[in-house]
């Protein structure tokens, strides 16, 4: 008699991207719906409360009731796997796509001077080297 009762799943598509890689993900869920829409009185005084879903003539808006239920059931970090490892904090390369690739050991800033030197050195041992 207060008014109807509405019941009922509804599934939604979702797209959006992974947290730790930025792969676009896409997927779907479904979600369970229940909320009593009341008849609106008019004489019931117009103190409602905002929560009370209402009735508007023979109609009754599934907006609301849909787009709280869908908000709460998104995952709150997606991600594209369970076990994504992310991006190489080096170069930002996936690393599921190339789960194995290294990097050479950076070289100590306070030796990078001598590593030039020696690479001179080296080129020019080369030249003086070479074979007449
Ligand atoms: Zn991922
Ligand atoms: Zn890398």
Known sequence: ???????????????????????PITDEIEVELQELFVYDDQDHDSEEDDEVSMLEDDLLDLEPLL???????????????????GLCPECGARLRDDPDHAHAEPIDPRWAGLAALAQDQQDQDRSTNRPE
């Open 67 to 85: 787009r709280d239920a869908v908000v709460l059931a998104l995952p709150f970090q997606p991600v594209c796997e369970d076990d994504c490892p």
């Open 1 to 23: 008699m207060e008014g109807v009762l509405v019941t009922g799943a509804a599934s939604a598509a979702l797209t959006g991207e992974c947290v730790r890689c930025l792969e």
